[in-house]
């Protein structure tokens, strides 16, 4: 079992940067490829990113694409998630989640949640 601890979520302006870090407890953890979602008010539950568990092979939703860069540190258990150029439209509830299931970008595939963090962008 793998437990996710979300943090770096805070209010940042139109335009700005913003790192989310990630860090996890338990086992396994470097067999499980990790993602971000985001999750605004009254929407459901959206994919950002998600990195593989071994190679670090990338993978972006089209509006994170070019703008955040997802890494791991297998070593401290650690992901993050490097944003710039935030809009208006990246505010929202920020979530780690741990899959074994590589690239997939549905919710329902993973199997272990952080308790989220609040990202607000101001335009």
């Known amino acids: 079992q793998v437990q996710l601890v979300e943090s770096g979520g805070e209010l940042v302006q139109a335009g700005g940067s913003l790192r989310l870090s990630c860090a996890a407890s338990g086992r396994g953890f470097r067999s499980y490829a990790m993602a971000w979602f985001r999750q605004a008010p009254g929407k459901e539950r959206e994919f950002v990113s998600v990195i593989s568990a071994r190679d670090s092979d990338t993978y972006y939703s089209d509006s994170a694409k070019g703008r955040f860069t997802i890494s791991r540190d297998n070593g401290k258990n650690t992901v993050h998630l490097q944003m710039n150029s935030m809009r208006p439209e990246d505010t929202g509830v920020y979530y780690c989640?741990?899959?074994?299931?590589?690239?997939?970008?549905?919710?329902?595939?993973?199997?272990?949640w952080g308790q989220g963090t609040q990202v607000t962008v101001s335009s």
């Open positions: 989640a741990a899959t074994r299931s590589w690239r997939s970008v549905s919710p329902t595939r993973y199997d272990y």
